[in-house]
C-alpha cells in the first residue's frame, strides 16, 4: 500500500496570512501515461463531508477559490493556502488514487491564529 | 445537481450485521464507479473498498481490514450503491460515506459525497 504522510499535523495562521501543508507519498504516484499525479487535496468543516479541493495534484476544481493551490510531483506535494479566510478552518486530506487501495493522509487541521 | 443520500446506519453488536444503501441522483450513475469510505469519531478517512460500472465489469475491491466481511453491490435500475456488513467489530464504528469517483473520467479522486450515515458497533 502506498502510505501517505502529512504535516504538520496541526497549524495555526493569522487572518490574510499564508497556510503551507505538505504531503508526502510512499512511492511515486506520477502517472507516465498521461503525465500527471495522482493527488487529490480535501477540505473538510466540523459535521460535514469532504469537499475536493484540488486534484491531479494541481488543478482546482471547478468553483474553489483561487486562493487555494497545489504544487509538487513525484511523492512531494504541498497544498498551499494564500490568504487565510475564517472560511478555511477545517481538515485537509491528501489521497493517492495511483493504486488501489486508495490511501489518505492523517490530516492537518488549520486553524486561526 | 449530484445528489448522494446514505441510509441505514445504526448501532449493531459485534458479530452482527448491517446493509447500509446510498441513493444517487442527478448523474449517470451507471457510469460511475463508486466507492465507500469511512471516518472513525475523531479520526482521519479510510477507504473501504470500490465497485466498477457494469461495464468495466461491476466487480468491487475492499481494503484489507474489510475484505472478507464487507460486500459492495450496486442496483442500476434503482440508482443505488450498497455496502453489506457482516461480523461487525468494534473498530467498524464509523461514519459511512459513499462517494463517487471523477464522474468524467472514472478516477479516484472522489468528487461528491454524501453526508455519511452513522455505524456504531457496540454490546
Known amino acids: 500500500d502506498i502510505v501517505m504522510t502529512q504535516s504538520p499535523d496541526s497549524l495555526a495562521v493569522s487572518l490574510g496570512e499564508r497556510a503551507t501543508i505538505n504531503c508526502k507519498s510512499s512511492q511515486s504516484v506520477f502517472r507516465t501515461s498521461n503525465n500527471k499525479n495522482d493527488l487529490v487535496w480535501y477540505q473538510q468543516k466540523p459535521g460535514q463531508p469532504p469537499k475536493l479541493l484540488i486534484y491531479w495534484a494541481s488543478t482546482r476544481e471547478s468553483g474553489v477559490p483561487d486562493r487555494f493551490s497545489g504544487s509538487g510531483s513525484g511523492t512531494d506535494f504541498t497544498l498551499t493556502i494564500s490568504s487565510l479566510q475564517a472560511d478555511d478552518v477545517a481538515v485537509y486530506y491528501c489521497?493517492?488514487?495511483?493504486?488501489?487501495?486508495?490511501?489518505f493522509g492523517g490530516g492537518t487541521k488549520v486553524e486561526i491564529k | 445537481e449530484v445528489q448522494l443520500v446514505e441510509s441505514g446506519g445504526g448501532l449493531v453488536k459485534p458479530g452482527g450485521s448491517l446493509s447500509l444503501s446510498c441513493a444517487a441522483s442527478?448523474?449517470?450513475?451507471?457510469?460511475?464507479?463508486m466507492s465507500w469510505v469511512r471516518q472513525a469519531p475523531g479520526k482521519g478517512l479510510e477507504w473501504v473498498g470500490r465497485?466498477?460500472?457494469?461495464?468495466?465489469?461491476?466487480?468491487?475491491e475492499y481494503a484489507a481490514p474489510v475484505k472478507g466481511r464487507f460486500t459492495i453491490s450496486r442496483d442500476d435500475s434503482k440508482n443505488t450503491l450498497y455496502l453489506q456488513m457482516n461480523s461487525l467489530k468494534t473498530d467498524d464504528t464509523a461514519v459511512y460515506y459513499c462517494?463517487?469517483?471523477?464522474?468524467?473520467?472514472?478516477?479516484?479522486?472522489?468528487?461528491?459525497w454524501g453526508q455519511g450515515t452513522l455505524v456504531t458497533v457496540s454490546s
Open positions: 465497485i466498477k460500472t457494469k461495464t468495466a465489469g461491476g466487480t468491487s
Open positions: 489521497q493517492q488514487y495511483y493504486a488501489t487501495p486508495l490511501t
Open positions: 442527478g448523474f449517470a450513475f451507471n457510469y460511475a464507479w
Open positions: 462517494a463517487t469517483y471523477r464522474l468524467a473520467t472514472g478516477t479516484g479522486d472522489l468528487q461528491f
